[in-house]
């Protein structure tokens, strides 16, 4: 069998960011099949070309093709989806001259690259599986970020035309379920395949040490940390407060590595307020980032208080768990029922200064919990997220598709 994904923020283990869709297309490899993936040239973090992405290559046996995109790291939203268009158009007559494909996987967001996913199946009589990474376009009109009646109708019957069209939907967070239900598509075509993490990526004995040293953290200071997409949905802001509650206590940190469209307008604000207990990383490989975590004493998890963020299951909360840390969880919904059923952390409001810098110091005054509630986490995550054990079901969904072909 062989599959082709298009997904413009691919990422392999030397970069940044999610490596969901390397892991599970690397164990179908270790199953005998072929993997392709047609990705765009840019970091999804900046938005601006990535130089490790100028010429194709094999990551962990998984093929990658790069189209071209109109990179740009405008926060404007016409712009943006001009980058998205360009890639949509570039990677759908790409797809088209990849050889002997069984299958053709679309992710989504964004939606239009799913779109040239699903043309290029039609055309070439193969099947074609949806991925459903969040709920678009329902998160922008949440979030006000998508108002015009006009956009908003051709986004709904985009979405619609696309779960209907595909002949398997597979969703990574069970909180997605119902929307799709509710928009005719079959319950037997959906597919959960949940959000999770390597975890023997992550060995139980890294030295964070070092790293805390390179950026300036004592060993007894304790360390806060966020990691991943510093965008205008994720409310970075709010740490920034939970700094400022914490200016007087001497030995926390709050420690932001990656990068996004909102880091130099955090980096400015943190300086305007004299924020020294503030420290920005520069976005940093997927393979570092054991490294990374272990440097850390606790995790932040942070999306803006917007109501359809209660059915997302974000990456980077499988990641701190794996690595054995709690997390201030600063999210409802789905993913806080896997934070509290793990006893592997504490729940604050989506945008409560005051409760998460409560937990911080909460943490900081015992450090045993913080011990107790790290290895709760990475053993719940062990059980019940291990990439490994979800790439079998996967596997099943699309060796069925490619038996039987286009219906």
Request: net charge positive; proline share 6%.
């Given at each position: ?75 404007n939203v016409l712009v943006r989806t001009l980058g998205f268009l360009s890639f949509t158009v570039s990677s759908f007559f790409a797809a088209l001259g990849v050889r002997r494909v069984d299958v053709l996987w679309g992710t989504s967001p964004p939606i239009f690259q799913a779109a040239a996913a699903y043309i290029a ?287």
């Amino acid at each position: 069998m062989h599959v082709l994904l298009i997904h413009q923020g691919f990422v392999a283990r030397d970069e940044a960011g999610g490596t969901r869709h390397l892991e599970l297309m690397r164990e179908l490899v270790k199953r005998g099949h072929a993997a392709t993936v047609i990705a765009g040239p840019t970091s999804y973090l900046s938005g601006v070309a990535d130089g490790s992405r100028r010429k194709n290559r094999v990551v962990d046996g998984v093929s990658v093709m790069y189209a071209w995109v109109l990179a740009t790291r405008s926060r404007n939203v016409l712009v943006r989806t001009l980058g998205f268009l360009s890639f949509t158009v570039s990677s759908f007559f790409a797809a088209l001259g990849v050889r002997r494909v069984d299958v053709l996987w679309g992710t989504s967001p964004p939606i239009f690259q799913a779109a040239a996913a699903y043309i290029a199946a039609r055309l070439r009589g193969k099947s074609f599986c949806l991925e459903v990474r969040d709920l678009w376009p329902a998160f922008l009109i949440d979030a006000g970020l998508l108002r015009n009646p006009l956009l908003i109708g051709l986004a709904r019957w985009l979405e619609r035309r696309l779960c209907l069209g595909a002949e398997c939907v597979v969703v990574n967070s069970p909180g997605f379920v119902d929307h799709l239900r509710s928009l005719g598509v079959p319950p037997q075509r959906i597919v959960l395949v949940p959000n999770g993490v390597d975890v023997g990526a992550f060995p139980d004995d890294v030295n964070g040490v070092p790293l805390r040293r390179e950026w300036g953290i004592g060993e007894d200071a304790l360390v806060a940390m966020y990691t991943g997409a510093h965008g205008l949905m994720n409310d970075l802001g709010v740490l920034l407060n939970v700094a400022e509650q914490l200016r007087a206590v001497p030995d926390v940190r709050i420690v932001l590595v990656g990068d996004g469209r909102e880091k130099a307008s955090l980096i400015a604000q943190a300086s305007k307020r004299a924020l020294s207990n503030v420290v920005f990383v520069p976005p940093q490989p997927k393979s570092r980032m054991p490294e990374v975590l272990a440097a850390a004493d606790v995790c932040v998890a942070t999306l803006r208080p917007v109501p359809m963020f209660r059915t997302v299951y974000p990456n980077k909360v499988f990641d701190y768990m794996a690595a054995g840390r709690p997390t201030v969880l600063a999210i409802d919904g789905v993913i806080r029922e896997v934070i509290e059923r793990a006893s592997g952390g504490v729940y604050v409001q989506p945008g409560d200064t005051q409760g998460i810098t409560r937990a911080l110091l909460g943490y900081r005054n015992d450090p045993e919990m913080g011990r107790r509630h790290g290895e709760n986490a990475r053993a719940y995550v062990t059980e019940h997220f291990d990439r490994a054990k979800e790439a079998p079901k996967l596997e099943a969904v699309l060796r069925d598709l490619a038996s039987r072909g286009r219906r």
